[in-house]
């Protein structure tokens, strides 16, 4: 119904069309860094990697473009490549590499643990953002034998200042934890609104649970791609 819009404050809805009706409404964006750096970045890191995690589709992006820079692709052979969430592992696909383990979901790196073998262990480099929160991260993937080498390949920042749409909308959706604040900077008297408070992954949820707000995951259909 019209009134149960849904306003999308990720950078793509393409995947979340089936949660509509939609208004895309995005609180960031999100750029690559200078390609110099991070061609840089792979020559400094990638030798020594047991592979890389992928975090998100532009992750994907951004590094291959360097990979293609420095004119030899060879460098992936032998590195596990891993994905966060399917539609990660689509774009690894869209760029002929296959993900040799990917979350099936929405949850994160969370979801992602729980596909690795037991000896799935080493250094992996994680192309991220550098909004990324990489300590709780690199805490994360400790527990379970992975030394992450988070590397800054992207940018993400706020999009420009505008009022909320005219229309009206009763769900906001939050694609990540930079989405929430972002959103709740810009628009502080959102905190009081009457609205569902909608979260992508668990790091997201917590980012809005810490601000009193009642929230919830956002539950993937059978058929959502990521």
């Known amino acids: 119904p019209v009134n149960h819009r849904l306003l999308f404050t990720g950078t793509d809805p393409e995947n979340f ?42 992750a994907v992006r951004v590094f291959v473009e360097a990979l293609m820079q420095t004119g030899d692709v060879r460098a992936l052979q032998g590195k596990q490549l ?3 969430g399917p539609s990660t592992r689509d774009e690894l696909a869209a760029c002929g590499l296959r993900a040799d383990a990917a979350a099936p979901n929405l949850g994160g790196l969370e979801s992602l643990m729980g596909e690795l073998s037991a000896n799935a262990g080493g250094v992996y480099l994680y192309p991220c953002s550098n909004e990324s929160p990489k300590s709780s991260r690199v805490e994360k993937m400790r527990d379970i034998g992975i030394e992450l080498r988070p590397v800054d390949f992207y940018r993400n920042q706020p999009t420009a200042h505008q009022p909320l749409p ?6 906001v959706l939050f694609t990540s934890s930079s989405t929430a604040e972002a959103y709740f900077d810009r628009y502080p008297d959102e905190m009081t609104a009457a609205r569902q408070w909608i979260a ?10 810490k601000k009193g707000l009642t929230s919830k995951l956002l ?3 059978r058929r959502h791609a990521g």
Do not use: C
Not at 24 to 47: C, F, N, T
């Open 17 to 58: 069309l089936a949660y509509g009706p939609l208004l895309h409404w995005p609180m960031i964006e999100l750029s690559p860094l200078d390609l110099a750096q991070r061609v840089a970045a792979i020559k400094a890191h990638l030798p020594s990697a047991n592979g890389i995690i992928f975090p998100s589709r532009i």
């Open 82 to 84: 891993l994905a966060v």
């Open 166 to 171: 005219r229309l009206a909308f009763d769900r």
């Open 200 to 209: 992508v992954g668990p790091s997201t949820l917590k980012t809005l649970q």
């Open 219 to 221: 539950i993937p259909h």
